[in-house]
């Protein structure tokens, strides 16, 4: 298991990011995709969808796309025209791959232009990984999972628990290679001395409940921590994850 670190300063404050990844048990080979940015406030996280060419050239070129293209600016507009690259990318690599070429793709980035003397960071937001925010001992899902599961659930079309949430929770409605090449999600979120955000992808939110992860991020569990505890729980999927801590 190998363990990232960088440190950036935001808005005069020191900001700490630690990210690690592990195959887990179902798969031979880790279809995640990470990058920690060690000059800029920028971390992202991919998970390719299903085991097969396709998931590793969409992760890898969603990734090396995004960091690419937000080089220079970090506003919504070229964040947007940033994903809409990866999108174009992702499907020319999937016109020589057979089978299926997408992935998610969830990102932490600073907001250059950001006011007030907080600073601030853009979330970036496509599939089902996801990030959270730990402020003032509460644990909050920043995102939303563009899932089939997740609009069943939310409009009451079925049980949480039920087997149709089931079978749709890994039926997505957004992601990187998507033929009709849709949008991610932007949102703007402040920082505050004492945040604590987790980016992670599904092997970790499907097998580490909220209830957990708010018990563990709150006690300052460590990414090491975190990836073993999704082992612990059977290891069902390749598991990332980045926490990033505002001093």
């Known amino acids: 298991m190998e363990i990232t670190t960088a440190e950036w300063t935001v808005a005069g404050r020191l900001v700490t990011a630690t990210a690690g990844s592990v195959v887990g048990n179902r798969y031979r080979d880790n279809f995640d995709v990470l990058h920690l940015d060690t000059v800029r406030p920028l971390a992202v996280v991919a998970d ?25 600016v970090t506003g919504p507009a070229a964040l947007r025209a940033a994903v809409a690259g990866v ?6 690599a999937g016109r020589r791959i057979d089978g299926l070429t997408g992935c998610t793709l969830t990102a932490f980035v600073q907001d ?20 959270y925010r730990v402020r003032d001992g509460v644990l909050e899902l920043l ?3 563009h899932t089939a599961a997740w609009l069943g659930i939310l409009n009451g079309w079925y049980a949480p628990n039920s087997r149709e949430a089931w079978i749709d929770r890994h039926r997505l409605t957004r992601y990187a290679g998507h033929p009709g090449m849709p949008e991610p999600d932007l949102l703007n979120v402040s920082l505050r001395p004492g945040d604590r955000f987790l980016l992670c992808t599904d092997g970790v939110s499907d097998q580490l409940d909220d209830r957990f992860l708010a018990a563990a991020l709150t006690g300052r569990a460590t990414v090491h921590e975190l990836l073993e505890s999704t082992l612990t729980a059977g290891g069902d999927d390749n598991a990332t994850v980045v926490l990033i801590d505002v001093s």
């Open 87 to 92: 999108q174009r990318a992702v499907r020319d």
């Open 112 to 131: 250059a232009d950001g006011p007030g003397e907080e600073g601030s960071v853009w979330i970036v937001q496509l599939g089902d990984s996801r990030a």
């Open 48 to 72: 390719g969808m299903g085991d097969g060419p396709g998931s590793t050239a969409a992760g890898r070129t969603s990734v090396e796309v995004f960091v690419r293209e937000t080089a220079a």
């Open 143 to 145: 995102t939303s999972d």
